[in-house]
């Protein structure tokens, strides 16, 4: 992300209502945020474009700050960097030669409350002054005391910061709720001229603020499973990766300052140091690595324990202590438990590096969003009614294959036989037969290959019963669920059913004269209920020596996509003709909706065909997924 030219003005009062223009923007401030890093104040805007453009009437972050301290390091990462998406737009950026910032208005009593480091806290009601000291006469440098001070160095200022923040720390630890309380009443910090670099001048930047039910800070307070918490800190790992692989290092973050969307974003960069950059003195942040605080060169570990202090927070709605004599305490969650006591530790070495910890990360979050698919199995067949039909010319079967630690496999299959005698009951017998018995190929991970591999069962099997069938054939119809992932591939007139909430649909299309006269237009539905050609079918295996291309039906008749996400309770049925001829898809439905358990549900249909003549044979599979998280 490009920066905006930087121009070089005159003087400036910061103050609640002061009005100025910055670039094309004209500003209005709204309150004091507060300190939030070391350097840097920063104020609540209004915005108002000069130029008519829709940024008037929103608000703004403006930040002020030395041109060699944090705000200068943004503006080179942001020239860096170029229009990275995870960074919010920077509107404008000036430099000011002498500034005056008027903070008497407690940042705890403004419109929107921030998230402070405390030193910032312990002068939020003092008047900073910052100006050039060439053209101030030494009797204008004072505080509103009246007393003289000398001009802290930079190195000073941040020494100050940080035994600032000790104390409060180690009082906070000592006292319970109540002292605190009382300690905080009582203490008096004297209002302090700031001018805490060798520079006289002056670096603002203005940004938009996130809207605050938008943030990071918002996020943090509400409850989200564990899967929601590593949904988020992936992407905010993912750009401290990028930016270490532009040899920049992330110590900290301000969660009011990101907002959460797609992409999250960052407002406020100030945390972030080149690699090649020593720490002379110490930092202390929320989110700091403990060495920070005694100075250090920096490094990717310090990154990866941001990110595990983010992490800690969402999992335990506060922040881990930063303590070394005390041992971090970690919910027993697994993984999530491992990956926070490695980046916790007080021992940068044992952190990961950022692109092992991504990468764990995103495996975590795909276990903790691993659907354990369990299957009820019902099955039932009838040779019928029919002096005619003595052989059962249908066959099934049902094949489970664990593929890894965390992926099932389940399939179907239903095949209808024809042929007379034995022929049609052979066919059958080597078309399921070859679905349950071929290997499982080595590339066998995306739905393409899936499907791909279904259909090499029919043609496998087609070529089985051409060689040993003469004058007859079989239906196939057959349903593969990796997970919850269903794919199905179907020849001839067996039906695959999907029923799911109440509702039933037919996955399979009819390979049969009649459905071919009633998707023509020439017959009604109703006159295809017995039409006296139903026996008919247009394909099947076994009538030509190789498929063609498209003989086989997968789920690409209804879109797209070769695969159909299971829910939990579906239910998916295959029958032979002599099933769905005898029992409509309606009464399908209500047996299985009203009728427990599912081998029950079987037996009544197998009932009920036979209760109305079962003039062919009858076979019924049932499959019934389960799905639980892990």
């Not at 005619?388 to 399939?411: A, C, F, H, K, P």
Request: glycine share 6%.
């Amino acid at each position: 992300m490009t920066s905006p030219s930087t121009e070089i003005t005159n003087s400036l009062v910061i103050q609640k209502d002061a009005e100025f223009q910055i670039g094309n923007y004209q500003i209005k401030v709204r309150s004091y945020l507060g300190r939030l890093t070391v350097g840097v104040d920063y104020f609540q805007v209004n915005i108002n474009s000069t130029d008519d453009s829709p940024t008037t009437g929103k608000l703004g972050l403006l930040r002020v700050g030395s041109i060699e301290g944090g705000l200068s390091r943004e503006l080179q990462l942001r020239e860096r960097l170029g229009n990275y998406a995870m960074i919010a737009e920077l509107l404008a950026s000036t430099i000011k030669e002498s500034v005056v910032i008027n903070t008497s208005q407690p940042p705890l009593e403004q419109e929107q409350e921030t998230q402070k480091p405390k030193e910032v806290q312990s002068s939020e009601q003092e008047v900073q002054v910052i100006t050039n000291q060439t053209n101030v006469s030494s009797e204008e440098e004072v505080t509103s005391t009246g007393e003289s001070e000398p001009t802290p160095t930079e190195e000073e200022t941040n020494e100050q910061e940080f035994n600032s923040k000790t104390i409060v720390d180690s009082l906070e630890t000592a006292n319970d709720a109540e002292n605190k309380s009382d300690y905080l009443e009582e203490e008096h910090y004297p209002e302090k001229e700031i001018c805490s670099d060798s520079s006289n001048q002056k670096l603002i930047l203005l940004t938009f603020l996130p809207e605050s039910q938008l943030t990071l800070e918002t996020w943090l307070q509400e409850e989200h499973s564990y899967e929601e918490c590593l949904s988020l800190i992936i992407p905010i790992c993912q750009c401290f990766y990028y930016l270490y692989q532009r040899q920049w290092c992330c110590v900290d973050v301000i969660p009011q300052l990101i907002e959460i969307g797609k992409p999250i974003k960052f407002f406020d960069l100030t945390s972030a140091y080149h690699l090649d950059k020593n720490l002379s003195y110490g930092l202390l942040g929320n989110y700091c690595a403990f060495e920070l605080s005694s100075g250090n060169s920096f490094h990717e570990s310090m990154s990866s324990y941001t990110v595990g202090a983010l992490l800690y927070q969402a999992i335990h709605k506060q922040l881990p202590r930063q303590d070394q004599k005390i041992e971090i305490e970690i919910k027993p969650i697994p993984q999530i438990y491992q990956l926070l006591r490695i980046c916790l530790s007080s021992i940068p070495e044992e952190r990961f590096p950022l692109s092992q910890l991504l990468s764990l990360l995103i495996e975590t979050r795909k276990s903790l969003n691993t659907t354990q698919v369990q299957w009820q199995v019902a099955s039932k067949s009838t040779v019928g009614l029919s002096t005619s039909r003595l052989n059962n010319e249908d066959s099934y079967g049902v094949r489970q294959q664990q593929l890894s630690n965390s992926e099932t496999m389940i399939l179907g299959a239903v095949a209808d036989g024809m042929g007379g005698m034995s022929q049609g009951e052979l066919a059958s017998k080597l078309a399921i037969k070859t679905v349950l018995e071929e290997a499982i190929p080595s590339e066998f991970k995306t739905v393409t290959e899936q499907t791909a591999w279904l259909v090499s069962l029919f043609q496998k099997a087609n070529e089985s019963v051409t060689n040993a069938v003469r004058d007859g054939g079989t239906t196939l119809s057959v349903i593969l669920a990796i997970d919850h992932n269903l794919m199905v591939a179907h020849v001839g007139d067996s039906r695959i059913y999907l029923i799911r909430k109440e509702q039933i649909c037919q996955l399979s299309e009819d390979h049969s004269l009649v459905a071919m006269l009633l998707a023509s237009g020439e017959i009604t539905y109703e006159e295809s209920l017995d039409h006296p050609d139903s026996n008919v079918i247009t394909k099947s295996l076994g009538s030509k020596t190789r498929l063609s291309n498209g003989y086989v039906q997968d789920l690409s008749r209804f879109g797209q996509e070769l695969s159909l996400p299971l829910e939990n309770s579906d239910i998916l049925l295959l029958c032979s003709d002599g099933v769905w001829s005898l029992v409509s898809d309606t009464e399908l439905a209500e047996i299985f909706i009203k009728t427990q358990p599912l081998q029950g549900a079987v037996d009544k249909i197998i009932e009920q065909v036979l209760e109305k003549g079962a003039s062919d044979n009858a076979t019924v599979l049932a499959l019934q997924c389960c799905l639980d998280k892990v």
